[in-house]
């Protein structure tokens, strides 16, 4: 093996320690440092991922949902962006805000005052698309009522491979830490959809959401201990598709300095009908670790730079590796964003899926 790949190796186990690190509780914390150690956790976490086989993000800006009458077909636009990037196994999405400036989710947030009603389209955005993603067994214990949720019951289910019903096994599942924990016990009692609850050899904040490797005995009766693991774990070792993860980004240029994956996007493609048309079967990707699809909303891409403070000046071409037009010969006068993202994943879905054949190989 490679000096270099071991080295890469080391970081990404080294990063894969901290992220469960991160979850763990310190016995004796006062609620304020709680609070604290939840904040910088979250930060922490979405600071650096780990994950050894390439990723693929797409970003697309949270406007769209603007465009859409009614709260029902917000809904629906939202369900169909959840659905492209699951049946295309991306690994992230980025919602953009275009704003001028950068704030993060929590300030957006605070800006919105969590209120009920009237949230912007890219608040409206990753809400739908974290609840989508999350299995619905644990939905109930992580997402609290909210009218932004009110129609998301008519939407065809992710149906994703770790959105497993209670007869099924897998060598991972996702789990909710419980409030309430047996008082004899060292670790924290997890719900992971099946009829017990397990028990982890972690002391983690309720409500936190985890994944759990189950290994193959079936029988929860055993007294065993089972082991949190990192997310991106049934990902490079099992190579199950895992779902997504989705970041909030203030604007275009927030999208690349906010990535989570360490050493950034090696290869960032933006999508217009202004870019070039390279034949699908003529397209080689270069072997990417971390892959970036950027779409734009009603006026491109190109505006989405053009709004950005850090990136005046800058054309779209000099920013993406490449700039491509995906339907050269399109009838309608426009493509909407969210059919562009169903159009060009399916586009690049043999280049990508040639880069991630080469890794299994290495
Ligand atoms: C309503 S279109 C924006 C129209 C704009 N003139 C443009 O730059 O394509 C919304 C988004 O859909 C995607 N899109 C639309 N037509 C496309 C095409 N022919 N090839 C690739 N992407 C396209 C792009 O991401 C675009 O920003």
Partial sequence: MGKKKKERERAEREAEEQEIANLELVNGDSNEKKQKKKKRKNKEQNDVESYETPTVSIALPGSIIHNAQSLELATRLAGQIARAATIFQVDEVVVIDNKATSVDESELLMEENSSDDNESGAAFLIRILRYLETPQYLRKRLFPKHNSLRFVGLLPPLDAPHHLRKHEWAPYREGVTLKDQAPDLAGTLVDVGLNKNVLIDKGIEPGTRVTVAMGSNRNLDTGLTYQVVPS???????????????????????????????????????????????????????????????????????????????????????????????????????????????????????????????????
């Fill in 232 to 362: 991106s774990r049934p990902r490079d070792d099992a190579r199950m598709y895992w779902g997504y993860k989705v970041r909030y980004a203030s604007n275009i240029s927030a999208v690349l300095s906010g990535c989570p994956y360490k050493g950034g996007y090696d290869h960032l493609i933006g999508t217009s009908e202004h870019g070039v048309a390279i034949k699908s079967s003529e397209l080689s990707l270069p072997s990417f670790r971390h892959l970036l699809i950027a779409f734009g909303g009603l006026a491109g891409l190109e505006e989405c730079i053009e709004e950005d403070n850090n990136l005046k000046g800058k054309d779209v071409r000099e920013l993406f590796d490449l700039y491509l037009n995906i339907c050269p010969n399109q009838g309608s006068r426009t493509i909407r964003t969210e059919e562009a993202v169903f159009i060009c994943l399916q586009y690049f879905q043999e280049s990508i899926s040639r880069v991630r054949d080469m890794h299994k190989k290495i």
